[in-house]
């Protein structure tokens, strides 16, 4: 096997290895947090236990640890500078460029965050508080932003569309429901309330946004909400990856409502287009952290064998595998560390819990850029979009 520096021998001293894959990696040497005034180059973020990691995305050098306590989540802000941390409080800005943590968008229970349209949307489970803000407004501090209260606190999630209109789950503590497209002005365009347990959200080509329901999914484009059912009676779909280079979106899918943990091996291709679902069995497991999608709309899960798959969303196959980690088990607790996945243009990361350590991959080559180790062990990874 063949190590190769990119930028020459000064990534050493930052720990950087390159490797062809999983087990055949040599032993990466251990990062060290060197922090200074220098920008980060499309900063990438992973939580640990206790706090936060920002590497350079291109040489995955490590720049800033941050100690921040607590259970925390990120999520990219939606330019290409911020990422929004979910703490026990609200949603803290991290300027990842600087590596310093901002202001924080107060919220009980922050759950999901949106982009699309140039618009950023916040989720707090606690109240139902729909946050809608412009993230270029980051840069000049916390954004006041535009409030939406749901009818009642609920997990739940919203999407702002390019004409303002904003898609609402409709829901309590106790039963989720289905979705409430509202306008502009925030009248009432229309509803649908035949969405149990309604979960997660993703846009597609043309701008169709897909909900997730415990039997199939809601589908709304251009002014109706329509249903395309799962083959199963129960067939839960409640993550989505879609890109609007692709009419498909890209769904996990889970058949046992009874299961403390069920592993599923088949994805979820939603055609939105033609109205269609297809099943696609992997003959690996997955975890909802495991579903991407690469710059030309493929459909990238990274599977418990180790291995990212690459699928054709249209033809509903497996293209290609990119060997990348070990083989690992799905942990019982969702809050535990688990291996990660997160895309940007034409590089892919992969986060590796067990070693402590993390991957660039570049796509079109399928070879692996870069790993690098990381003191502690990473759990959430994401970076800043552009």
């Given at each position: 096997?063949?190590v ?15 490797a ?6 040599p032993a990466?040497k ?10 980060v180059t ?5 939580t ?5 990691y920002?590497?350079?995305g ?13 259970y ?5 802000a939606?330019?290409d ?18 590596s310093t943590?901002?202001?924080?968008f107060a ?8 982009r699309?349209?140039?618009?950023t ?13 412009d993230p270029a407004?980051?840069?000049h ?5 535009e409030?939406?209260?749901?009818a009642?606190?609920h997990?739940g999630?919203?999407?702002q ?32 309330e ?18 997730g ?6 589908v709304y ?7 395309i ?7 839960r779909?409640?993550?989505q ?7 498909v979106?890209?769904g ?7 299961a403390?943990?069920?592993?599923p091996?088949r994805i979820?291709?939603?055609d939105?287009?033609?109205g269609?679902m ?13 579903l ?17 798959h690459?699928?054709?969303?249209t ?8 060997p ?7 942990p ?6 688990r ?6 243009d ?19 080559t399928?070879?692996?850029l870069?790993t ?15």
């Amino acid at each position: 096997m063949t190590v190769r520096l990119r930028t020459g021998s000064a990534l050493l001293a930052t720990g950087l290895l390159l490797a062809a894959c999983g087990s055949q990696q040599p032993a990466a040497k251990q990062a060290t947090a060197t922090p200074s005034q220098t920008p980060v180059t499309a900063p990438v973020v992973a939580t640990y236990d206790g706090g936060l990691y920002v590497l350079d995305g291109q040489s995955l050098r490590l720049a800033r640890d941050i100690p921040l306590a607590g259970y925390n989540r990120v999520n990219p802000a939606g330019d290409d500078r911020h990422v929004l941390v979910s703490t026990s409080t609200g949603f803290r800005v991290l300027d990842a460029v600087s590596s310093t943590l901002k202001d924080e968008f107060a919220a009980s229970k922050p759950g999901h965050v949106v982009r699309h349209a140039g618009t950023t949307v916040l989720f707090a489970d606690g109240t139902g508080e729909v946050t809608v803000f412009d993230p270029a407004d980051l840069a000049h501090g916390l954004p006041k932003g535009e409030v939406y209260t749901s009818a009642a606190p609920h997990h739940g999630v919203a999407i702002q569309l390019e004409n303002g209109e904003l898609v609402v789950t409709l829901g309590t503590e106790e039963k989720r429901l289905g979705i409430l497209v509202l306008g502009k002005d925030r009248k009432e365009i229309t509803r649908n309330e035949d969405c149990p347990g309604v979960h997660g959200e993703a846009t597609a080509k043309g701008e169709a946004v897909v909900i997730g329901c415990e039997d199939g999914v809601l589908v709304y484009e251009d002014g109706k909400i329509s249903k395309i059912d799962s083959p199963d009676d129960y067939g839960r779909i409640g993550n989505q990856s879609g890109t609007d280079a692709s009419a498909v979106v890209l769904g996990d899918y889970k058949t046992d409502p009874d299961a403390e943990l069920e592993r599923p091996t088949r994805i979820s291709l939603i055609d939105t287009e033609t109205g269609t679902m297809k099943l696609l069995d992997l003959g690996t497991s997955y975890t909802f952290r495991s579903l991407a999608r690469g710059p030309r709309g493929e459909a990238l899960v990274l599977g418990t064998d180790g291995r990212v798959h690459v699928i054709d969303p249209t033809a509903a196959k497996v293209v290609d595998t990119i060997p990348v980690i070990d083989p690992w088990t799905e942990p019982l607790e969702w809050q535990q560390p688990r291996p990660n996945i997160f895309v940007r243009d034409q590089t892919v990361y992969v986060s590796d819990p067990a070693r402590k350590r993390l991957h660039s991959i570049d796509l079109g080559t399928r070879k692996i850029l870069g790993t690098a180790a990381l003191p502690a062990t990473p759990n959430e990874l994401t970076g800043t979009t552009g």
